[in-house]
């Protein structure tokens, strides 16, 4: 897989989202020339017939790592950060393969169209002239447009043709995932109830203990729980009329738990030792477990065998991509090119991907 999941190639599609930011990607990262043109500066990576100079490289690198650094921050931005660099190169040697790949695919005439007219009303643009008013002010052309357009949105289109359409799942695997997963469609049973809390220490346990016994004989003689929660609780609880919400098991502590579940409701406790409090509950509710039937979850199913399916299958088919191509690095920048569809992580993850 990719090793960075946010880097540019590895977003899912979202069309909007390209076309709202191609104007600045088409000022930030210039798309790589034919490798027939004149060569005024140095070429990073010549892929089949295009190349990658170091002007866009660098632009483009400057574009990334101003993104990763406006949306995280510590940590999580050192990685990002390093995700960030090793995947720069990969990624636009990825990125000129699918849209070469795209002219034996699809009608690519038709989708500059397309990809304009959706650009012209995605910025509220009224007309061809006001289109080109507006890039001429940018120092852009309408080709300019078209190719940033097409570079932007190309690539994942070919993905979804060549590897996504491709993925089909049964009911039979929906099934077989359901019965593997159960417990993540399940809400376990829950309590509520009304609590009064008695502190103590080593020295007053006793004390206490009786005291604990007294209320539950005032209750169990007629008086109002509320009322017993108000006059004796020590707990916070008590401004709500000693109530908890409804909750799990796992959620209380474990003598509280076990007592709990074992009530009836409107039945009362014992006085519950916590190692520093005695607890008296009465169960207001109880739920028992749900779960969610397969149909409720189908869809949430069926996506998430997809994506199992989908993500070895794009490894592959980049893989393939590469293999295919003729990639080559000036070996005055091969560092930059750390990781690859075709040369594994140093540190044992799985080549750069994404989709």
């Known amino acids: 897989?990719?090793?960075?999941?946010?880097?540019?190639?590895?977003?899912?599609?979202?069309?909007?989202?390209?076309?709202?930011?191609?104007?600045?990607?088409?000022?930030?990262?210039?798309?790589?020339?034919?490798?027939?043109?004149?060569?005024?500066?140095?070429?990073?990576?010549?892929?089949?017939?295009?190349?990658?100079?170091?002007?866009?490289?660098?632009?483009?690198?400057?574009?990334?790592?101003?993104?990763?650094?406006?949306?995280h921050t510590g940590a999580e931005l050192d990685q990002e950060l390093k995700d960030a660099q090793d995947t720069m190169l990969a990624n636009m040697i990825t990125e000129l393969?699918?849209?070469?790949?795209?002219?034996?695919?699809l009608d690519l005439d038709k989708v500059r169209k397309n990809l304009?007219?959706?650009?012209?009303?995605?910025q509220k643009i009224e007309s061809d002239e006001?289109?080109?008013k507006m890039l001429k002010g940018q120092g852009m052309t309408r080709k300019d447009?078209?190719?940033q357009l097409i570079r932007l949105a190309v690539p994942q289109e070919v993905i979804n043709y060549e590897v996504k359409r491709k993925i089909s799942v049964s009911e039979r695997e929906v099934q077989e995932y359901y019965g593997r997963h159960v417990k993540d469609y399940e809400t376990p049973p829950q309590v509520a109830f009304r609590e009064i809390v008695l502190f103590y220490e080593t020295a007053t346990r006793p004390e206490v203990q009786s005291r604990a016994q007294g209320i539950i004989r005032e209750?169990?003689?007629g008086a109002d729980f509320p009322d017993l929660v108000q006059r004796s609780s020590e707990a916070g609880t008590k401004e709500s009329g000693g109530l908890i919400e409804a909750m799990k098991a796992e959620d209380l502590q474990p003598e509280?738990?076990?007592?709990?579940?074992?009530?009836?409701?409107?039945?009362?406790?014992?006085?519950?030792?916590?190692?520093?409090?005695?607890?008296?509950?009465r169960l207001e509710t109880k739920t028992p477990r749900v779960v969610k039937p397969v149909a409720q979850v189908h869809d949430t199913i069926y996506n998430a065998i997809r994506e199992e399916k989908y993500r070895p299958r794009y490894d592959g088919y980049l893989k393939k991509v590469w293999q295919e191509s003729r990639v080559e690095v000036t070996p005055k920048y091969e560092s930059l090119l750390r990781v690859s569809p075709l040369k594994p992580r140093s540190d044992g993850a799985q080549s750069p991907g994404g989709g």
């Open 97 to 105: 393969l699918l849209v070469e790949r795209a002219q034996s695919l």
């Open 1 to 71: 897989m990719w090793a960075s999941t946010r880097t540019e190639l590895s977003r899912p599609p979202n069309r909007l989202r390209v076309l709202t930011l191609a104007l600045t990607l088409a000022l930030a990262a210039p798309l790589p020339r034919p490798a027939r043109a004149a060569i005024l500066e140095e070429i990073v990576a010549k892929v089949n017939n295009r190349i990658i100079t170091k002007s866009e490289f660098e632009e483009r690198s400057q574009y990334i790592l101003a993104q990763v650094y406006k949306d």
């Open 256 to 281: 509280i738990a076990r007592v709990a579940f074992a009530l009836g409701v409107g039945e009362i406790s014992d006085p519950i030792d916590t190692g520093r409090s005695f607890h008296i509950i």
């Open 145 to 147: 447009l078209e190719e």
């Open 116 to 122: 304009v007219d959706d650009f012209r009303k995605q």
């Open 130 to 132: 006001d289109l080109d």
């Open 219 to 221: 209750f169990k003689g």
